[in-house]
């Protein structure tokens, strides 16, 4: 495999983490052909195999369990592209109820093959049979928890900075880690959301929902953690992916996370005699897997080489560059012209006070004339702050 591995044991803070890593990993069925059948009725065919992924995934989301998918004939023409539909349809779309949410909400599946003939044409079916960890009325239920967590949260209009910590200080401070095996809700959202009660698979697909519908770019991480399978997820924040370990954080609860937003480097520094590690056991070549296994997962989710650092706004400083200067005035423009094409806000609510210089509560020119004036003023010998600087200019 082309993960990269992580396996430190590093003395930290004298806090050690419980080996939580019960991971419902989904198990496949093998494969039977059929012969060639007859079929009345209308039935719409795939004409692509991504078209039939397509039909896959809608009929998953509705918690289908015997169904099939119709293609043309000549569309198959092996088990790769059996495969390949099987991996499409859990591609990631953006649609937090897609993509890794769904990949993680089977318990297991299988799949026969057949032709068939329908009004004298031929075509290609495949009958599946999936399980999942939930019913779609649970999901029905899960939804309608989901709008009420973000609400709760007060998710909307923060920075994903923000909508990242509030999500994972949910998780942490309000889902206990099931000691109950029995149940498959605990390896679900629903489990960790509802019930307040599920392991680590069920911690990681809540924080991919929640993030993934507030606009995040989320992803569940399997690996093992200890040496037990496990799973996490990881996020991004200003163009990089750090780990989250919600579960394990769950478990200490200290005052600072010991798991929140660490890169590759650092992930286990803080945690004694703890590790994960990216390498873990399925079967290899998987349709479902298909995507961890890919050569350039990680060119498209970079992980950081070490722990996010916040960035500190200073009144003029809208970058965060440690300096106010010209790129800070064409950002505060470039936001101006925005609000007022309607193109809405780019700036998080820390840039928006950082760039509100005249404290007229809300962005404009002025604002971006003041700290080009500033910066003149500054590169000619000028001393003092912006706030001073400006109240001088205004008497």
Same mark, same amino acid.
């Given at each position: 495999?082309? +993960?990269? *591995?992580?396996?430190?044991?590093?003395?930290?803070?004298?806090?050690? $983490?419980?080996?939580?890593?019960?991971?419902? $990993?989904? #198990?496949?069925?093998?494969?039977?052909?059929?012969?060639?059948?007859?079929?009345?009725?209308?039935?719409?065919?795939?004409?692509?195999? @991504?078209?039939?992924?397509?039909?896959?995934?809608?009929?998953?989301?509705? *918690? =289908?369990?015997?169904?099939?998918?119709?293609?043309? @004939?000549?569309?198959?023409?092996?088990?790769? !592209?059996?495969?390949?539909?099987?991996?499409?349809?859990?591609?990631?779309?953006?649609?937090?109820?897609?993509?890794?949410?769904?990949?993680?909400?089977?318990?297991?599946?299988?799949?026969?093959?057949?032709?068939? #003939?329908?009004?004298? $044409?031929?075509?290609?079916?495949?009958?599946?049979?999936?399980?999942?960890?939930?019913?779609?009325? =649970?999901? %029905?239920?899960?939804?309608?928890?989901?709008? *009420?967590?973000?609400?709760?949260?007060?998710?909307?209009?923060?920075?994903?900075?923000?909508?990242?910590?509030?999500?994972?200080?949910?998780?942490?401070?309000?889902?206990?880690?099931?000691?109950?095996?029995?149940?498959?809700?605990? +390896?679900?959202?629903?489990?960790?959301?509802?019930?307040?009660?599920?392991?680590? =698979?069920?911690?990681? =697909?809540?924080?991919?929902?929640?993030?993934?519908?507030?606009?995040?770019?989320?992803?569940?991480?399997?690996?093992?953690?200890?040496?037990?399978?496990?799973?996490?997820?990881?996020?991004?924040?200003?163009?990089?992916?750090?780990?989250?370990?919600?579960?394990?954080?769950?478990?200490?609860?200290?005052?600072?996370?010991? +798991?929140?937003?660490?890169?590759?480097? !650092?992930?286990?520094?803080?945690?004694?005699?703890?590790?994960?590690?990216?390498?873990?056991?399925?079967? %290899?070549?998987?349709?479902?897997?298909?995507?961890?296994?890919? /050569?350039?997962?990680?060119?498209?989710?970079?992980?950081?080489?070490?722990?996010?650092?916040?960035? $500190?706004?200073?009144?003029?400083?809208?970058?965060?560059?440690?300096?106010?200067?010209?790129?800070?005035?064409?950002?505060?423009? %470039?936001?101006?012209?925005?609000?007022?094409?309607?193109?809405?806000?780019?700036?998080?609510?820390?840039?928006?006070?950082?760039?509100?210089?005249?404290?007229?509560?809300?962005?404009?020119?002025?604002?971006?004339?003041?700290?080009?004036?500033?910066?003149?003023?500054?590169?000619?010998?000028?001393?003092?702050?912006?706030?001073? +600087?400006?109240?001088?200019? /205004?008497?």
């Amino acid at each position: 495999m082309n +993960f990269l *591995r992580i396996k430190k044991i590093i003395a930290g803070t004298a806090a050690s $983490v419980l080996m939580l890593f019960a991971a419902g $990993v989904p #198990t496949a069925f093998a494969q039977v052909s059929a012969d060639v059948i007859s079929v009345t009725g209308e039935k719409t065919a795939a004409d692509t195999l @991504s078209a039939a992924a397509d039909d896959m995934r809608e009929k998953m989301k509705q *918690r =289908q369990e015997n169904f099939s998918v119709d293609l043309e @004939s000549g569309l198959v023409r092996s088990k790769a !592209d059996i495969e390949a539909i099987i991996t499409g349809s859990f591609a990631e779309t953006g649609d937090p109820k897609e993509g890794d949410y769904l990949r993680w909400s089977l318990e297991s599946y299988g799949y026969s093959s057949s032709g068939y #003939t329908e009004n004298g $044409v031929r075509g290609y079916r495949i009958n599946f049979t999936v399980t999942y960890n939930t019913t779609a009325q =649970q999901e %029905a239920e899960l939804d309608a928890e989901i709008e *009420r967590l973000i609400d709760e949260l007060d998710l909307k209009g923060k920075s994903n900075y923000e909508i990242i910590r509030r999500v994972y200080n949910y998780a942490v401070y309000n889902i206990s880690y099931s000691e109950d095996l029995s149940s498959r809700l605990i +390896f679900s959202a629903y489990g960790a959301a509802v019930n307040k009660d599920a392991v680590c =698979q069920g911690f990681a =697909q809540l924080i991919y929902r929640l993030l993934t519908t507030m606009g995040v770019s989320c992803r569940i991480i399997p690996g093992t953690g200890n040496g037990g399978t496990h799973a996490w997820n990881i996020a991004e924040l200003d163009g990089k992916y750090y780990f989250l370990d919600a579960t394990w954080d769950s478990s200490v609860r200290s005052d600072e996370p010991l +798991f929140f937003l660490r890169g590759l480097s !650092d992930f286990d520094d803080l945690a004694y005699n703890n590790y994960h590690s990216l390498e873990w056991e399925h079967t %290899a070549g998987s349709p479902l897997y298909a995507d961890y296994d890919s /050569s350039d997962f990680y060119a498209r989710y970079p992980i950081a080489e070490t722990s996010y650092v916040q960035p $500190v706004y200073a009144i003029g400083d809208v970058n965060a560059s440690g300096a106010v200067d010209a790129s800070d005035a064409s950002d505060v423009l %470039a936001e101006y012209a925005s609000l007022s094409t309607n193109g809405g806000s780019t700036f998080t609510q820390a840039q928006f006070t950082a760039a509100d210089v005249d404290g007229s509560g809300f962005i404009d020119a002025s604002d971006a004339s003041y700290i080009l004036m500033y910066y003149s003023f500054l590169s000619t010998g000028g001393k003092g702050g912006i706030t001073e +600087f400006i109240q001088n200019i /205004s008497r």
